[in-house]
């Protein structure tokens, strides 16, 4: 298949209460690379195995929970045919200018019906530590804390998600991977513009705009555990697991930072190709989609989000 349009999940903004707190757990625990620190005091970070410049942003403010999810498309056209695809559906387009984050091109966006602010861009300075493209190591830098990979998708909550998930497909080209169906509509979806079992998913939910988890991909279970190991050393606040996901088949970890915002590391999770089905899943196995182990949903899952 050729992987055209959108691309991927490249730029996460996550508003954070005390920037200090914020930063030991996003580069000493979870093990992001620190990029640099803006002139309005956000702070850029990457995860060792992206060639982008940053990939998180921590914005200080006095609510946590996430300002903006964006996605990298192919080609700096790409961005003209989406805005009038995405005002074809009927949303506002807006615009962000070159330079508003060091080194990332102008971005468009939209607020979509969940609350959230998603937006798309092409350009992005290669980071300075980058991996190895000659004759590669393993990596530049040694990896450190919990040894991520890459920033991989999210979990946001909010409202109206049916229509959410019609404008990905529709407008963005996005696919369904998975869903879960309850007697009275659509509770969850996840949604794929690659291979991966999911690039961003959506849960119902009745306050708009609401963050459940920034994820970060991990080499293999081992590493899980190994994350499993810093958190209980740290004293990090623990959610659930190690565990794994029915849905997507992810082995997984969900914790807090500081302020509150949910974090999950993990690793597999199956190959998605646009010719398989979605897979479904109803109230009768919902517990064992989400936590396949446990077979019970917790209700922090549910309740708890920024
Ligand atoms: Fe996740």
Redesign the pocket.
Known sequence: MAITGVLRPGLCQIRVLDMAAAKTHYIDRVGLDFVGEGPDGRVYLKAYDEFDRHSIVLRQADESGCDLFAFRVARPSDLDSFEQRIKDYGYTVYHVEAGEMPGVGRRIGTVIPSGHRIELYAEIEMADRHPPITNPDLWTDEPHGMRPIRMD?A?LYGPNIEEVQDFFEKALDFRCAEKVMLPDGLLATWLTCSTKAHDI?FVKHPEPGKFH?V?FFLEDWNAVGWASDIITRYNISRDIGPTRHGITR?T?IYFFDPSGNRN?V?AGGYTYYPTDPTRMWDETELGKGIFYYEQQLNERFLTVVT
Request: net charge negative; no cysteine.
């Open positions: 998708h979990l998913a988890h994820s992810g997984t999950e993990f």
